[in-house]
């Protein structure tokens, strides 16, 4: 009786085992035709090159909001990450456009090693291509980003994240100040890519540098003006474009 039982334990056992292995095998071609699947259509929209629609245009629209679907790409960050206080969310306004709201709190951690706090950004994710590889924006074709917002009369910063070749460079983002008008009205705002600074972990670098345009990994805002209370930006669309009267390379000096 104890022989039998065993027999079918073992058995039971290899059917689990075969069952899982199948499973596996399964999800590896899942991935594998997926992948290939987009590697294919990469390869396809490189050999086609520019559509001939979109080749000549001067403005690329990179995100336009109608709705939580049109939010997946982007993501909220707070100082809570460092024990902060400050909240944040995405949800949709009443004309369903993308509403980055929240609460922003100064007081700094009472851990003996944090002595700024008071935080909130909106972030593009990070996109992917085939095989896990890092997708980038490439913006060589244009000058200026633009967006179109209605705020709430506070100030924030408009980030660009680029691809640093090496890990002392992860944590450059190129910024620009966004002053916001208060009230029902709709803003367009439009700036050159040549005004944005170099920074790195919130300090401005004495050695500046131009925007890569070609590895651009993320676009954002942060809400960090140092004041207390409730803040909320309605955004409509963000967008790159070409402006010909724009001919300035770099708006500062190279200090070394």
């Known amino acids: 009786m104890q022989s039998s039982t065993k027999v079918d334990s073992t058995k ?4 689990k085992s075969s069952s899982q292995n199948k499973t596996q095998k399964e999800s ?22 520019s559509n001939l629609d979109t080749m000549f245009d001067t403005t690329r629209t990179l995100w336009r ?14 100082d809570k990450g ?3 206080q400050s909240w944040a969310k995405i949800e949709p306004s009443r004309n369903n456009k993308l509403l980055f709201h929240g609460n922003l709190c100064t007081t700094v951690p009472r851990d003996g090693e944090t002595a700024r706090s008071g935080y909130c950004s909106l972030k593009s994710k990070q996109q992917f291509a085939s ?19 209605r705020g709430d009369g506070r100030a924030y910063m408009v980030n660009i994240m ?23 009205y709709w803003q367009d705002v439009s700036i050159p890519f040549s005004k ?56 500062y000096e190279l200090y070394h």
């Not at 899942?30 to 090159?49: A, C, H, P, S």
């Not at 680029?162 to 029902?184: A, K, S, V």
Request: hydrophobic share 40%; proline share 2%.
């Open 12 to 15: 039971s056992s290899d059917s």
């Open 196 to 251: 944005f600074f170099l920074s790195s972990r919130g300090r401005i670098q004495d050695k500046q540098a131009v925007v890569d345009l070609e590895l651009v990994n993320a676009i954002g805002l942060t809400m960090a003006d140092a004041i207390d209370g409730e803040f909320a930006l309605e955004i409509d669309s963000i967008s790159a474009s070409y402006d010909a009267t724009h001919t300035e390379e770099f708006a």
């Open 28 to 49: 590896y071609s899942v991935y594998l035709t997926r992948n290939f699947k987009m590697w294919g259509q990469e390869v396809f929209d490189r050999i086609r090159g």
């Open 82 to 84: 460092i024990g902060g």
């Open 131 to 149: 095989f896990n590889r890092k997708k980038h924006m490439d913006l060589t074709p244009f000058n200026s980003l633009n967006l179109r917002l």
């Open 162 to 184: 680029t691809e640093g070749y090496f890990t002392d460079y992860h944590d450059d983002i190129w910024n620009y100040f966004l002053f916001t008008r208060g009230g029902p």
């Open 65 to 78: 909001f109608a709705g939580p679907d049109s939010f997946s790409d982007f993501q909220v960050l707070t």
